[in-house]
């Protein structure tokens, strides 16, 4: 079944097509993870599925609703959004700020008798994060503080989680681990998963599906064996590069860059 459906997608700023007619369909229980180079429409197509860019041409469903005119409140209780960073939070601690993924369910009078419920206690139980609860969020390592902010995103109780390059900023090890418990979470949830990711090998390690953006199109859609070649490297990333498979998943080794092409009006 679709949960999110992008039909048509063009998005333009000043006077720059960023997203060109993108049609995705984004299958319930799948992980995608959205791929290419810089200022290809990443997260310009991330932020329109979740409701947060409205698109100058062409439309997004959530299930069979257009996501267009639904209230804020009802896209919340359905999709949860990591963004690439939070704004600063002097003192707020890891328990005040995951008890914010409830407002969506409980509305501002609900929180007002406190923000704390059972699916708060379930998010930090789930993402490991209990013996922080009452520690403020500024004191955490960087990969705390991601630890933190998926616990924000599952306390919204949402079946579709997008994550907009949840690995930024982390060392290879926090970024592994990130990704994993993203990927244990999506299973014994049942979780949707749209993900942009930088790194090719870590989006297809954990990926059901790549979908490769090139100028602002679909340049490639597809499990990630089929479509991740030393090809796709060339045409979407711009590098001289051999993938191989090593314990049965994909490796990417980058010999070079490839001459540059003109940029797409």
Known sequence: MTVLRAEGVTVRFDGRTVLDGVDLAVARGQWLSLVGRNGCGKTTLL????????????????????????????????????????????????????????YAVRGPLGMLGGGADAAVSDALAATGTQAWADTPVELLSGGERQRVRIALALAQDAPVLLLDEPTTYLDVRHQLEVLDLVRELQE??????????????????????????????????????DVVDDRLLAEVFGVRGVVSTHEGRLTCSYLGSTPARPVSA
């Open 47 to 102: 932020r329109v599925l979740a409701g947060l860019h409205r698109p100058d041409a062409g439309a997004v469903h959530l299930a069979d609703r257009p996501l267009a005119g639904t209230p804020r409140r009802e896209v919340a209780k359905r999709v949860a959004v990591l963004p690439q960073a939070l704004p600063p939070l002097g003192g707020v601690t890891v328990r005040a700020l995951v008890a914010q993924g409830r």
């Open 188 to 225: 014994l949830r049942g979780l949707t998963v749209v993900a942009v990711l930088h790194d090719l090998a870590q989006a297809a390690r954990c990926a059901d599906r790549i979908v490769a953006l090139r100028d602002g199109r679909v340049h490639a859609d597809g499990a990630p064996g």
